[in-house]
């Protein structure tokens, strides 16, 4: 049976620490997270700088993202058995309910109101790029991407905790 305060607890805690995870590398060098900017960003910072991988089936892209899902699927078991998880549906609900959010969130709140307006995180360069840094459709795009994507680590995690608790 799932224990929903613990499961609310659990949401509050990856948004925040999704927020660190974020943004102290983003503050510490804003090129470290260049794949996620708008292309129209990128190439502006690419005039001035030298150019990197960027492109999403780049090796440093795919390397940084598959780091994270399989953190994710780790963290996900975790969290889905500590919330009362003991199959199949109730873990994947219980860790694509929480990719849910952090996706939504780091898209709402993250992208749309921070990012768009902390010139902080702005790539050097492109400080001027108002509108750009303020595209909503891009950032929406991404998200129902992420959406797609979220159901990788949170079946694997389904997976691992059916087995588990079997």
Avoid at 145 to 160: F, N, Q, S, T
Wanted: hydrophobic share 55%.
């Amino acid at each position: 049976m799932m224990n929903w305060t613990t499961y609310f607890i659990e949401c509050v805690a990856s948004v925040i620490l999704f927020t660190l995870a974020i943004l102290i590398p983003l503050c510490k060098n804003p090129e470290w997270w260049i794949h996620d900017y708008p292309k129209d960003i990128q190439e502006e910072y690419f005039k001035t700088h030298p150019r990197i991988p960027s492109a999403f089936f780049s090796k440093t892209v795919l390397l940084k993202k598959s780091f994270a899902l399989l953190l994710a699927v780790a963290i996900f078991v975790g969290l889905a058995l500590l919330a009362g998880a003991r199959d199949f549906l109730s873990a994947f609900l219980a860790s694509y309910g929480l990719w849910l959010v952090v996706d939504w969130y780091d898209c709402l709140v993250l992208d749309w109101v921070l990012f768009a307006n902390l010139k902080r995180v702005r790539l050097p360069g492109t400080e001027h790029m108002d509108d750009a840094y303020h595209q909503k459709r891009y950032h929406l795009v991404q998200t129902c991407i992420g959406m797609a994507l979220g159901l990788i680590p949170c079946l694997l995690c389904a997976a691992i905790v059916a087995l588990i608790a079997a």
